[in-house]
């Protein structure tokens, strides 16, 4: 899709906003046609899947091109329960209905919290968000070579 979309940092004070831009393709190619060429260089790649939408619309793609992956997701438990209980059950679901290889990395999220791993992922990654912090820690502990997110 390079083509037709162009990504690029909005403001150098604010790096964390995009601005994107669309051009009209040169030629009569569609959408769908375009995204699947894109998408045809992830093969092989594991998806990681977080259960939500925008990752359950990029395993569907995938399947409906048929290129091949395994995806990767977390349970991310506070003690006795799992916190992202929906989104996993949810990983789990559409891996099994489409037959796709599901791996699973448990976080103890109350102990990146307690033990102070949390403020050290934040300075290292510049984030404040304890929801980013804790994907980047699902990141960092992962030994796929190729990942899609």
């Known amino acids: 899709m390079s083509k037709a979309l162009e990504i690029q940092l909005a403001t150098e004070i ?3 906003l995009i ?4 051009k009209k393709p040169q030629d009569s190619s569609t959408l769908v046609e375009l995204l699947e060429q894109e998408l045809q260089k992830y093969k092989g790649y ?3 899947l977080s259960g939500g ?3 359950q619309f990029l395993f569907l793609l995938l399947k409906q091109f048929g290129i091949d992956f395994n995806c ?3 349970s991310m438990l506070w003690k006795d329960d799992v916190v992202n209980a ?3 059950l949810s ?3 559409i891996s099994n209905k489409y037959n796709v290889s599901l791996d699973t990395v448990e976080i103890d999220a109350s102990h990146f919290f307690e033990s102070g791993e949390f403020g050290l992922i934040a300075k290292k990654y510049q984030c404040l968000s304890p929801q980013i912090a804790l994907h980047c820690k699902f ?3 992962l030994s796929y070579n190729k990942l899609l997110l």
């Open 91 to 93: 990983a789990q679901r």
């Open 72 to 74: 990767v997701t977390y």
């Open 139 to 141: 990141l960092e502990n």
């Open 14 to 16: 604010s790096p964390m």
């Open 86 to 88: 929906n989104d996993f």
């Open 19 to 22: 601005k994107l831009s669309f």
């Open 53 to 55: 939408y925008d990752s």
């Open 46 to 48: 594991t998806l990681c």
